[in-house]
């Protein structure tokens, strides 16, 4: 079992829809959730990141991470093109220097 | 505006050829490393570097080198390219502390090996 599972996709929504990305993790020690942005021909960016189990907002993205089902989500609201993207899942059990990342998703959002 | 830069954004390479990559950071940033980027396989870490002169394998560090002489830099080195080793590479930089869960990504130098 690989220790971070990510789904490829591609998502393809409309403008406005909910958007919903997801990731599970086998390491119980992974203690700090991120998740990247990657636009077409750039490097990744980091968008936000949680710790522990619950959730965080940052204006219409939403992350939740429930530890004990070892699963991440994020949430973005009235979806945008410009949320066009591979957007990638990354873990940390804070104890190194270390992330570990899931494939990514590849969303579309179209006008 | 932080800037982590990629000496090439294309490069080109015949087996059997040894080939660097150079990466160079403005951010006064401790950490350092090189990922490889296949489509399928997501972000796979090759090495980092946490100090100048210190350098971990990660996790698929096998035909890979890496050298980290100045603070800035860290250079990743085919000695003998193959064509498996035919990818997208971005290296990465990150304080040290907590803040190290925020790295900052250069465009990638796309590496083709014919």
């Known amino acids: 079992q690989k220790e971070v599972e990510q789904d490829p996709g591609p998502l393809s929504v409309p403008e406005g829809a909910i958007v919903s990305l997801n990731c599970t993790y086998s390491?119980?020690?992974?203690?700090?959730f991120m998740w990247y942005r990657q636009y077409s021909r750039k490097g990744p960016e980091l968008l936000m990141y949680t710790y522990s189990s619950g959730n965080k907002e940052d204006g219409r993205f939403t992350a939740q991470v429930d530890k004990s089902s070892k699963y991440i989500s994020l949430f973005i609201r009235d979806s945008q093109p410009s949320d066009s993207a591979t957007y990638l899942c990354a873990m940390s059990g804070g104890s190194n220097y270390k992330l570990t990342f899931g494939k990514g998703t590849l969303l579309t959002v179209n006008p | 505006d932080v800037k982590v830069t990629q000496s090439s954004r294309y490069l080109v390479k015949r087996t059997g050829e040894k080939v660097f990559l150079e990466c160079v950071q403005d951010?006064?940033?401790?950490?350092m490393f090189w990922y490889r980027q296949d489509p399928g396989l997501g972000l796979r870490l090759i090495y980092f570097?946490?100090?100048?002169?210190?350098?971990e394998k990660g996790d698929i560090p096998e035909g890979y080198s890496v050298s980290r002489e100045k603070k800035e830099r860290f250079s990743l080195i085919l000695e003998s390219a193959s064509t498996n080793q035919t990818s997208m590479y971005l290296c990465?930089?990150?304080?040290?502390?907590?803040?190290?869960?925020?790295?900052?990504f250069g465009p990638g130098t796309r590496l083709t090996v014919l």
């Open positions: 570097s946490y100090d100048v002169k210190m350098k």
């Open positions: 390491n119980s020690a992974f203690q700090y």
């Open positions: 951010m006064d940033h401790e950490n």
């Open positions: 990465a930089s990150s304080p040290k502390g907590l803040a190290y869960l925020e790295q900052f």
